[in-house]
């Protein structure tokens, strides 16, 4: 008997953690988290070695999309800083061309990011941004780009919320590297 009332103690004390902060974000409403600063992609720095070294580029960015969405469950996600979409992808660009050694803020070449869609959702992320090469004033790449990614939704929402925050990132590295694979980007060089 005594095993059991203790058996019974530690799975109360076990369940108590999660249940006090399921209840704290029902009645909190929602939680904003902000997702971590961009981080180089390995496979994306890689692609742009490829690049010649005199590929040279500085960088512009677009309003905040229309449409954004990034909620999981009971946590909306945010850009680091300002909250900025459009900043946040702005980085990513300069951090990977720089990394790279192919940014350059007097560059002849300009690269213009317009992101048009941000969307992370319980299990599924996308993001659509549309790109243009300008080289003297003449466009040598434009295209609209989207990816999407899906993973497996865990059943308690921290955890989701913290797949839905990794996701968040990745997505955007995703995008960059869908750029710069891309043959006519490449050719646009």
């Known amino acids: 008997?005594?095993?059991?009332?203790?058996?019974?103690?530690?799975?109360?004390?076990?369940?108590?953690?999660?249940?006090?902060?399921?209840?704290?974000?029902?009645?909190?409403?929602?939680?904003?988290?902000?997702?971590?600063?961009?981080?180089?992609?390995?496979?994306?720095?890689?692609?742009?070695?490829?690049?010649?070294?005199?590929?040279?580029?500085?960088?512009?960015?677009?309003?905040?999309?229309?449409?954004?969405?990034?909620?999981?469950?009971?946590?909306?996600?945010?850009?680091?800083?300002?909250g900025s979409w459009s900043s946040y992808l702005n980085e990513a660009i300069r951090t990977e061309l720089s990394t790279s050694g192919n940014y350059d803020?007097?560059?002849?070449?300009?690269?213009?990011?317009?992101?048009?869609?941000?969307?992370?959702?319980?299990?599924k992320a996308e993001l659509t941004a549309h790109f243009v090469v300008r080289r003297d004033q003449t466009v040598r790449y434009d295209k609209m780009l989207r990816v999407s990614t899906h993973w497996d939704s865990e059943f308690l929402g921290v955890l989701a919320a913290s797949n839905g925050l990794n996701q968040t990132t990745a997505i955007f590295q995703d995008l960059l590297r869908k750029l710069?694979?891309?043959?006519?980007?490449?050719?646009a060089t």
Not at 1 to 14: F, H, P, V
Not at 180 to 187: H, S, T
């Open 1 to 82: 008997m005594i095993r059991y009332l203790e058996a019974r103690r530690r799975l109360a004390r076990s369940l108590a953690g999660p249940a006090i902060l399921a209840g704290a974000l029902i009645l909190s409403g929602c939680v904003t988290q902000q997702v971590l600063p961009y981080q180089v992609s390995v496979s994306n720095q890689m692609t742009l070695a490829r690049l010649p070294h005199a590929a040279r580029y500085r960088v512009t960015t677009g309003a905040e999309p229309a449409d954004v969405q990034t909620s999981v469950r009971a946590v909306r996600f945010s850009a680091p800083g300002s």
């Open 105 to 123: 803020a007097g560059a002849t070449a300009t690269l213009e990011a317009t992101l048009l869609e941000v969307r992370v959702t319980d299990g």
């Open 180 to 187: 710069f694979e891309d043959p006519d980007f490449v050719a």
